[in-house]
């Protein structure tokens, strides 16, 4: 198990690597120039030349790269060009907002993505399970930000029973940081919701038709028992994997979600970045999103081995 720690902790610091080089070229090839968006629409050639040459910006490209590789294998991500402020200290500030979000959604979509998976499975070729899959089909296909303006339509502004936008930190109260939570939540995790679901059923009608499964039924064993304890626990490795897939589909999702809502987190952060063309917020932001990323999918795969004693690494 050791062993297979570290061989997947040393392919993660590659993937790592190519994924900062990826980043780093794709923005300096795209089109746009920080130094003009800093100057302003009436700044002459001669003042963006100038703004160009303090950020480092007339540098040959292996300079930029190599600077920003050493100051960030010690542990700086940079300074903001248009804030002055070091990348780190930026995202700390916006990370509340999107860790709160981030874990309502997942807990949320996995305690119902599941539920309603045993039940579609449980009660397969019935209502309930046809219901589900027109449910699936409408949480596959429309886009995050049309829920979200759906939600806050009916409940905000219609219902007024929630807040149109915005966000409150924790330290205001439990029940103001749920309720500023609550549409953003939902919206988000309607996709997820629908694809555990689906990757729950598939899985629990193949495992309820092994032998064991009767065996049990004919022993006596109660309903949940059954579907719980022997037949969700053989069909937990499809789901455990999506839902290490959800977190790549989380990334994108909460920075179309905290735009609709207004919320100030890093998804809100990275997209001013990017109009912005604030490099260092946004080679830091993805380089952390990728280490998360890594990490997530090795705890996916040591916990195989926790659900399915057969897997051994």
Same mark, same amino acid.
């Given at each position: 198990?050791?062993?297979?720690?570290?061989?997947?902790?040393?392919?993660?610091?590659?993937?790592?690597a190519?994924? *900062?080089?990826?980043v780093?070229? @794709?923005l300096? #090839?795209s %089109?746009? +120039?920080?130094?003009?968006?800093?100057?302003?629409?009436?700044?002459?050639?001669? !003042?963006?030349a *100038?703004?160009?040459?303090?950020?480092?910006?007339?540098?040959?490209l292996p300079?930029?790269?190599a600077?920003?590789?050493?100051?960030?294998l010690? *542990?700086?991500?940079?300074?903001?060009?248009f804030?002055?402020?070091?990348?780190?200290q930026?995202?700390?500030?916006?990370?509340?907002?999107?860790i709160?979000?981030?874990?309502l959604?997942?807990?949320?979509? !996995?305690?119902?993505g599941?539920?309603?998976?045993?039940?579609?499975?449980?009660?397969? *070729?019935?209502?309930? +399970?046809?219901?589900?899959?027109?449910?699936?089909?409408?949480?596959f296909?429309?886009?995050?930000?049309?829920?979200?303006?759906?939600? $806050?339509?009916?409940?905000a $502004?219609?219902?007024?029973?929630?807040? =149109?936008?915005g966000y409150? %930190?924790?330290e205001?109260g @439990?029940?103001?940081?749920?309720?500023?939570?609550?549409? %953003?939540?939902l919206?988000l995790?309607?996709?997820?919701?629908?694809l555990?679901a689906?990757?729950?059923r598939?899985?629990m009608?193949? =495992?309820?038709?092994?032998?064991?499964?009767?065996?049990?039924?004919?022993k006596?064993?109660s309903? &949940?028992?059954?579907? =719980?304890?022997?037949?969700?626990?053989?069909a937990?490795?499809? &789901?455990?994997?999506?839902?290490? =897939?959800?977190?790549?589909?989380? &990334?994108?999702?909460?920075?179309?979600?905290e735009?609709?809502?207004?919320?100030?987190?890093?998804?809100?952060?990275?997209v001013?970045?990017?109009?912005?063309?604030?490099?260092?917020?946004?080679?830091g932001?993805?380089? #952390?999103a990728?280490?998360?990323?890594?990490?997530?999918?090795?705890?996916?795969?040591?916990?195989y081995t926790?659900i399915?004693?057969?897997?051994r690494?």
């Open positions: 198990m050791a062993s297979y720690i570290i061989r997947r902790m040393v392919s993660a610091i590659a993937v790592m190519m994924v *900062g080089t990826l780093f070229l @794709l300096r #090839l %089109p746009g +120039d920080p130094a003009a968006i800093i100057a302003g629409d009436g700044a002459t050639p001669d !003042v963006i *100038g703004i160009q040459a303090k950020l480092g910006l007339n540098d040959p300079v930029q790269f600077r920003w590789a050493f100051h960030l010690r *542990g700086d991500f940079g300074i903001s060009i804030t002055g402020r070091p990348v780190l930026l995202i700390s500030q916006r990370l509340e907002p999107t709160s979000l981030s874990i959604t997942m807990f949320s979509s !996995v305690m119902i599941i539920s309603l998976g045993i039940l579609a499975a449980w009660r397969a *070729g019935h209502l309930v +399970d046809r219901a589900l899959a027109a449910f699936a089909a409408i949480g296909s429309v886009p995050v930000f049309v829920v979200g303006y759906f939600l $806050i339509y009916w409940f $502004i219609r219902m007024r029973w929630l807040p =149109v936008q409150a %930190p924790i205001q @439990l029940v103001p940081w749920i309720v500023h939570l609550i549409l %953003p939540t919206a995790s309607i996709f997820y919701i629908a555990i689906r990757i729950t598939a899985s009608l193949e =495992v309820l038709s092994e032998d064991y499964m009767r065996t049990a039924a004919a006596g064993a309903t &949940i028992s059954m579907l =719980v304890h022997h037949a969700l626990r053989n937990g490795v499809p &789901i455990l994997t999506v839902v290490g =897939v959800c977190f790549v589909y989380l &990334i994108s999702g909460a920075i179309i979600t735009t609709v809502f207004n919320i100030p987190g890093v998804g809100r952060l990275i001013d970045a990017i109009n912005n063309r604030d490099y260092p917020i946004i080679q932001v993805l380089i #952390l990728s280490g998360v990323y890594v990490l997530v999918n090795l705890a996916v795969d040591l916990t926790l399915d004693p057969r897997i690494y």
